[in-house]
């Protein structure tokens, strides 16, 4: 058979969208393969492209089977992790893209503090303090932010 193609992963599809690929490449894997004839060339066969996927970020709470603790109005207990405030907006919607593009469940809210009114990016809601454990520590790992946990509030319309 002729020589080994050293360049085979080059000639892959390099998105994760493509599953086959029409062409062969001639690599020590299919050196046995029924497609190869005496000649030493290789017909047109279809390859499986397997590529590891892609780093999903589970922020569900995991599955319980208590039913959440419900507050004074009958409404379930929820908890987010609180990331941080800024004075400038933009800073906190530049935050909560980062965090929405990597797959949380973020959100602002205005606040006011000893600093005037400030918006507070948060990560959540989750069903309980366990679930919130978890998701601090994701953050932390992720985007080295050090949050807080705090009570999810239904805002007000």
Same mark, same amino acid.
């Given at each position: 058979?002729?020589?080994?193609?050293t360049?085979?992963?080059? %000639?892959?599809?390099? /998105? @994760? !969208? =493509?599953?086959?690929?029409?062409?062969a490449t001639?690599?020590? &894997?299919?050196?046995?393969?029924?497609?190869? %004839?005496?000649?030493g /060339? @290789? !017909? =047109?066969?279809?390859?499986a492209?397997?590529?590891?996927?892609? &780093?999903?970020?589970?922020?569900?709470p995991p599955?319980?089977?208590?039913?959440?603790?419900?507050d004074?109005?009958?409404?379930?207990?929820?908890?987010?992790?609180r990331l941080g405030?800024?004075?400038?907006a933009?800073?906190?919607s530049?935050?909560?893209?980062?965090?929405?593009?990597a797959?949380?469940r973020?959100y602002?809210?205005?606040?006011?503090?000893s600093?005037?009114?400030?918006?507070?990016?948060?990560v959540?809601?989750?069903?309980?303090?366990?679930?919130?454990?978890?998701?601090?520590?994701n953050?932390?790992?992720?985007?080295e932010?050090?949050?807080?946990?705090?009570?999810?509030?239904i805002?007000?319309?």
């Amino acid at each position: 058979m002729a020589d080994t193609d050293t360049a085979g992963a080059d %000639t892959a599809p390099d /998105t @994760a !969208s =493509a599953i086959e690929t029409d062409t062969a490449t001639s690599t020590d &894997a299919d050196t046995n393969d029924d497609t190869s %004839t005496d000649t030493g /060339t @290789a !017909s =047109a066969s279809t390859v499986a492209v397997s590529e590891p996927p892609a &780093a999903v970020v589970d922020t569900a709470p995991p599955a319980t089977t208590a039913a959440p603790a419900l507050d004074n109005q009958g409404l379930p207990q929820g908890f987010s992790v609180r990331l941080g405030s800024f004075g400038n907006a933009s800073n906190a919607s530049n935050l909560v893209t980062r965090l929405q593009d990597a797959g949380h469940r973020a959100y602002t809210r205005r606040i006011d503090s000893s600093q005037g009114e400030l918006t507070a990016v948060f990560v959540g809601p989750v069903v309980d303090r366990a679930a919130a454990n978890i998701l601090l520590e994701n953050l932390r790992r992720d985007f080295e932010l050090n949050g807080m946990i705090v009570r999810y509030e239904i805002e007000e319309l």
